[in-house]
């Protein structure tokens, strides 16, 4: 298959290919961030929740109530920049959003522990897990309608896809560098000071970022917009709640099995925590190598019939993939195999998704529809799954839980995504 990113009808800088680089960099921190957050969620847990008489196990639930914290601030941040980004372009919106998120990032790897600062310590971290959760919010709709854009006519799914494959390599980068470090650093030096290493990695990242979108003008959508379209320039409750029963299933199932899988495999199945890591590396590879391909064909047969295969198979496979991560019996090649496959049909929601979530909205209110839609999506399905997952396992005992919540999101995406007309392609 293919890929090709022809550079057309774009004048002087403009060109799709530096579009392409300056929407997806900053979604690329962003994920980057959020996943190396949840893969060092134990030494997170211990280090800024959990005080000298508490249990390893309500720390956790701590750090991740941090976690889905943030997301709760997505929202906000989408309604606020989104609107902002509407009104007075994309561009001064993505500068802001970026240097929000890398600022954040980069002072959490500066901040006191419970040990130095006491109680204050995880409210400096909550504080700064909002900031993030803010920019987060206005990063989506800025950098998706940048990408779709500009992109070439008939390859709006495929420069969509762009922004979930930045998503793919920030959680599959952060991924890379926690096992990275637990591999030449001791448990000890880990917990101590090498947490820190991949929140300070934010500042260069972050300059690369702002580098790329200062020399960004604005997309032809937003500088001669359709007149008609700036009359429809409203969001509707309804295109929202259709925009998020399409997308739910994809932040479920992608958050539980690319960056809540490391602590359950830990906690629940008592892996170590470089095997733990090493499984979330391959979930996430498959996810990755699935997403442009499923972008690309999405431009050939429509968004909705990539979408739903990937949701019917989540409904189907999600149950029998955790039975499998629980047989001691089964070999680490078929589970590898399983999990890289779990990753892909993930991918197959992602990819197409943010291509689907541009065309339900007209141009002057499409970073404050899809950007909210895709908010409200990972602030209740993606930011509350580790704390979801982590308390009911702990609560029930059933090591299941992972499985029945990602299908039960995934089977309202199903419903979402057939009782609903296909979106324009190209």
Sequence with gaps: MKLVFEDRAAPGRNRPLRALAAGSVGNFIEWYEFGVYGYFATVVAERFFT???GSAAEGLVRTYASFGLAFFFRPLGAALFGRLADRL???PVLILVVALMTGATALIGLLPTYAQAGALAPWLLTFLRAVQGLSAGGEFGGAVAILTEFAPPGRR???GAWQSFTVALGLLGGAGLAAGLASVLTESQLASWGWRLPFLLALPLGSLALWLRVGLDETPEFREPDVRAVRAARVSIGAIALAVGRVMGWSAAGYTFLVVLPSYLQTALHTGFRTALLATVLANLGFAAAILPAGLLSDRIGRRPVMLTGAGLVVALALPLLGLLQDGGASAGVKGAALFGAGAVVGLMAGPGPALLAEMFPA???CTGLGLAYA???A???????LIITEAVKRTGNLDVPGYYAAAACAVSVLALVRSRETKAG
């Excluded at 209740?380 to 799954?385: E, H, K, P, R, T």
């Design 376 to 378: 409200l999506s990972n």
């Design 51 to 53: 005080p000298a008489d």
């Design 364 to 366: 002057r209110a499409r």
């Design 89 to 91: 372009g994309r561009r």
């Design 380 to 386: 209740v399905f993606s930011g509350c799954a580790g």
């Design 157 to 159: 799914g495929l420069y």
